[in-house]
């Protein structure tokens, strides 16, 4: 069974202090990893999508890695407008635009 | 943004009434999708579309319904409410759903079944 989990549930941390946040899956074959930043009572909001295992992506102060087990969202230096939900999804081979989702990690930066 | 809307936004209704929610996009995606999100859940997929008349069952489909007869419009119905129902639904749309193509979401319809 195709399975997502993200660690921890919550996080919080001071302006400036970097962490990582973790998306551990199991899928029959992997079509993709998407991330996505939620703000209360919004839509997620796509971020990242990594295809293979070695693959990383960036964009400002979050990156985001990929191996064949798990993904993790690297936060450097975070400000408190970072502060959100982000959700790990992932796409199986052969599952049309089907995407399993974590349950999140609501990440809290205080000034 | 996407151009997702979805309405009503808010809805509280009683139970065995039935309650059709709307999607209506202007981006022209072929694929569109209604999740549910409930604590301790996360999303979970009810039912998807992949063209004009064109549906599928995702995981949590028992209990509802969904309609696309234009490109733009993805109704998802619930034929006779109840509080297990209670959730907020987001409507998700994608250009081609098997080629990696991320899918964007709407601002969701928070539903209160009493």
């Known amino acids: 069974e195709d399975q997502v989990t993200q660690s921890p549930e919550a996080l919080r941390l001071q302006e400036g202090e970097s962490s990582s946040l973790n998306c551990s899956y199991t899928?029959?074959?992997?079509?993709?990893l998407f991330w996505y930043r939620q703000d209360p009572g919004k839509g997620p909001e796509f971020l990242f999508t990594l295809y293979s295992a070695g693959e990383e992506k960036e964009k400002e102060r979050l990156k985001a890695t990929l191996t064949k087990k798990e993904s993790f969202l690297h936060i450097t230096a975070p400000k408190p407008e970072d502060s959100a939900t982000y959700l790990c999804a992932v796409q199986a081979l052969g599952n049309t635009g089907k995407l399993i989702f974590g349950q999140g990690t609501t990440l809290q930066v205080k000034p | 943004d996407a151009g997702i809307t979805q309405s009503p936004r808010h809805k509280v209704t009683e139970t065995g009434t039935p309650v059709t929610l709307r999607c209506h996009q202007t981006e022209n995606h072929r694929y569109m999708y209604w999740y549910r999100q409930d604590p301790g859940h996360g999303l979970r997929l009810i039912h998807y579309?992949?063209?004009?008349?064109?549906?599928d069952k995702g995981e949590v489909s028992d209990g509802y319904s969904v309609s696309r007869s234009k490109t733009e419009d993805f109704l998802l119905t619930l034929e006779s409410a109840t509080s297990s129902q209670t959730s907020v639904y987001f409507c998700?749309?994608?250009?081609?759903?098997?080629?990696?193509?991320?899918?964007?979401f709407g601002d969701g319809t928070r539903l209160s079944i009493l």
């Open positions: 998700a749309i994608s250009d081609m759903g098997g080629q990696n193509q991320p899918q964007h």
């Open positions: 579309s992949y063209g004009v008349k064109d549906t």
């Open positions: 899928v029959s074959g992997l079509r993709g």
